[in-house]
């Protein structure tokens, strides 16, 4: 690889990492899927939880994270392009947070489905 593809693979790095800490900045929700992220990771570390398990909880954090980005995006670019009320707009900015909402029960069912029945036993129920 060149010096210049090197240097532009790292920047794309750059505006990525930069993205993360503006989603995570900018977004209350963002920040609650974080600390429910840490959570679920922690305890699926202290339930001893599968390599298989913990890359399904490791996925399901990840869509959590990417449809919350993408709702994030797409409500900067709407306000930008349509600041005043817009009927159109609003379906957007719903559809994308209908997203975000999809992906978190979905990952709240994959976390009960893998971290329930040990959890349970952990605790002698």
């Known amino acids: 690889m060149s010096g210049g593809c ?15 800490r503006q989603l995570v900045m900018r ?53 930008r392009l349509a600041p005043d009320p817009h009927p159109l707009v609003e379906v957007a900015k719903d559809v994308a947070a209908a997203g975000v909402l999809l992906a978190a029960v979905a990952a709240a069912a994959a976390g009960l489905a893998i971290l329930g029945p040990p959890l349970l036993r952990r605790l002698g129920l």
């Open 27 to 79: 977004e209350p929700n963002a920040r609650f899927h974080a600390v429910a992220a840490t959570a679920v990771a922690a305890l699926g570390l202290w339930l001893h939880i599968s390599p298989v398990g913990l890359a399904v909880l490791a996925l399901a954090i990840g869509l959590v994270f990417a449809a919350e980005a993408g709702n994030t995006a797409l409500e900067a670019l709407a306000d």
């Open 6 to 20: 090197l240097r532009r693979r790292a920047q794309s790095f750059f505006f990525a990492l930069r993205g993360i």
